[in-house]
């Protein structure tokens, strides 16, 4: 394990590595026989030059590959740096990815955020994956086989799980999150429910967020219990006609007590709204 103040480096498994950066955006790094898999490119095209130096510490083989667990900038804008290698990712990723309305909205709230990354965000060139596919895909790469599962619309319409049988490691992007709350401006709510059943029934040991520290299998069932738990009892407000305000209340009130020191449970109202909103 290697680490600095905000970047601490991970092996989850042989050759397996999860760069988790504090309190911003996690990548993966899958060593194989003559080449690299990079699990999201990172938020600007510095942060993906930072994330190779990191790769150049652990192995001097190329990275062949990049993976993006979904089209959020966050993940996905670093895709520029990596001009030669296969960027995959699902089809409905490559549509958000490619959709001008999503890329100049996304464009327009990173940079007036005013973080030290706006400027550069001006002008990243948004890279969409080269290979895109619909339900899963399988490798083989060094040590590991890869399978790279779509199990539905969850946090966006394309988020993809990267698991490894083998060693039972899972990269979950932004649709779980060890003990955190995640984004849900560009969520599918009816679907999310059961995309987060189909990933709780995954074996692991560990997996890797897109967010925040690794996790370990209860943790995952965590992370599901949280997403059904939220959108069911929102639902049932809905239907039964109440407000968003006193949605909000009541589903804090429901989820405070076995979620309420999650990072980011401050916020929880915000999410409550756009499910709210896209339910
Ligand atoms: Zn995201």
Redesign the pocket.
């Known amino acids: 394990m290697t680490s600095n103040s905000e970047v601490q480096i991970v092996e989850l498994s042989n050759g397996v590595f999860a760069r988790l950066h504090n309190n911003l955006t996690n990548a993966g790094i899958i060593v194989g026989d003559d080449s690299v898999i990079i699990i999201d490119s990172l938020r600007v095209p510095s942060f993906a030059r930072d994330l190779i130096k990191d790769v150049k510490h652990i192995t001097n083989k190329p990275i062949s590959h990049v993976i993006d667990t ?1 089209s ?1 900038w ?2 996905s804008w670093g895709n520029q740096e990596f001009p030669s290698a296969a960027i995959i990712g699902h089809d409905n990723c490559l549509k958000e990815m490619i959709d001008p309305k999503w890329n100049e909205q996304w464009r327009s709230k990173v940079v007036s955020s005013n973080e030290s990354w706006s400027e550069e965000a001006k002008t990243v060139t948004i890279t969409p994956p080269n290979i895109t596919f619909s339900n899963s895909m399988y490798m083989e790469f060094g040590l590991h086989k890869i399978d790279i599962k779509y199990l539905g619309k969850a ?2 319409s394309g988020d993809i799980f990267i698991y490894l049988p083998d060693a039972k490691v899972l990269f979950t ?2 649709v779980a999150q060890n003990q955190g709350i ?2 849900f401006g ?1 969520s599918y709510p009816n679907e999310w429910i059961q995309t987060s059943e189909s990933m709780a029934d995954i074996s692991i040991n560990a997996f890797m967020s ?1 967010h925040g520290p690794i996790g370990a299998q209860n943790d995952l069932l965590d992370a599901k219990d949280f997403i059904q738990t939220l959108i069911n009892n929102i639902m049932h407000s809905k239907s039964n006609g109440l407000g968003k305000d006193q949605t909000a209340s009541v589903a804090t009130n429901e989820l405070k007590p076995r979620f309420g020191h999650w990072r980011k449970f401050e916020v929880l109202s915000d999410g409550i709204s756009d499910i709210y909103d896209r339910l």
């Open positions: 979904h959020h966050d993940h946090h966006t992007g932004d995640p984004f560009d897109g």
